[in-house]
């Protein structure tokens, strides 16, 4: 169950320990989403960084098509102004349920996997499940000790674009 | 990662130690209504103790609204025995999912939250989504060495009661 | 929260060690099914095993009827294989979160029990919730350290049999 860091693999408690700390990097990532706190959104990625929402078919194919795409912090802080200030939106709640965490490799970077769920609320409706999916990640330890996301991909399993994925994945 | 006790941090192994233990409280008790046995529901808390299922919204407003309000583990036993011998509803199995927990602090209490998803099953029916939203929690350590909730808040994300929050959640 | 081994009791790092390598079997086991990497499902068995997906219904009465059932890892590669090869269903993705993984005691076997919601996509649709339940596993060591499923049975929430469980659970 030991994880390779280059040529060198760690021990089992260095591994339990990165396990530790990426599972409370995802649980931290969306509760800010969840909580509505998308101001702390970018937070979670490094200056440079890439993240994007791409059906599992696209990525699967190697075609570059993605639903949501930044390319750096400021497009993050970008893109969470934008959903904060518009609003021309119905107001809605999301909720995350990222599981079965798995670090695939350490490198330069963690490089890390999980399965996501996240349901949707709208005003007046019970809660359904607007998105299902992996998230796909390299993460770095940045010099103040905290781990964030250096790259970023929600693949999710489907086709069919919903018609408004407005909150990050 | 560490986190704070009051004004002493906490070290990594002692954190995770807590973080694994507090994970398997939500898990147990997760099982425990799953599985239909209600009567160790109310084991979970302690005596003096604080239970309420709160829509978002008037957790938000600071509104007092709860759909379930129990304030001591008797009450608990109370509705615990209600929901097992009145059955005034369909037969229906729940199935939770608690993930994404996160301790926030340590002071006397443990601090904690996390993400939950409540599956309804109802005899003829596939599985639906009933509730998800965030547990706000109060954990203890009591002089037996097992931890126990003080306050347990699950907090869903609608604004719309479900008709029929029957099982504990 | 220490796991009773026979007699003596595991410490608590030992259990959380073995906590933590269970609970990457099903992220592993999990991951595998959702990425459509069937052949490697049979290698999370051990070469004696049995796999079952139980209605609760009937595990709760002791009947033995079951949805889909293997007494080995051949009858599992055959089914692998099937599945595979086949194609007589509309393309689907499947999605796993196993959560709330819990270790109930330790002898010659684990045996851990865990939540499960299995979502389904079909082309042109949303996600919806396949399948919901508890899955009650007999895990062994074997002699290349790795863990692997000896009996393993997904105990679904319904008197209901969906039409088309197709992937395993």
Request: hydrophobic content about 40%.
């Amino acid at each position: 169950m030991s994880i390779e860091e280059g040529s060198l693999p760690l021990g089992i408690d260095e591994t339990m320990r990165l396990q530790y700390e990426v599972e409370q990097l995802y649980s931290r990532y969306a509760a800010a989403i969840d909580d509505g706190r998308l101001d702390e959104w970018p937070e979670f990625f490094t200056e440079a960084c890439f993240y994007a929402i791409v059906p599992r078919d696209n990525f699967e194919r190697g075609l570059p098509l993605a639903v949501m795409r930044c390319e750096s912090r400021d497009m993050l802080k970008d893109r969470a102004r934008a959903i904060r200030e518009t609003m021309m939106y119905e107001p809605r709640y999301v909720r995350h349920q990222i599981t079965n965490v798995r670090i695939e490799r350490v490198d330069e970077s963690i490089h890390a996997q999980a399965n996501y769920a996240v349901f949707e609320v709208l005003m007046d409706e019970l809660p359904k499940v607007l998105s299902v999916g992996r998230s796909i990640d390299l993460i770095r330890r940045e010099p103040d000790g905290a781990l964030r996301f250096r790259e970023k991909r929600a693949v999710y399993d489907s086709v069919l674009v919903p018609n408004s994925i407005i909150y990050p994945l």
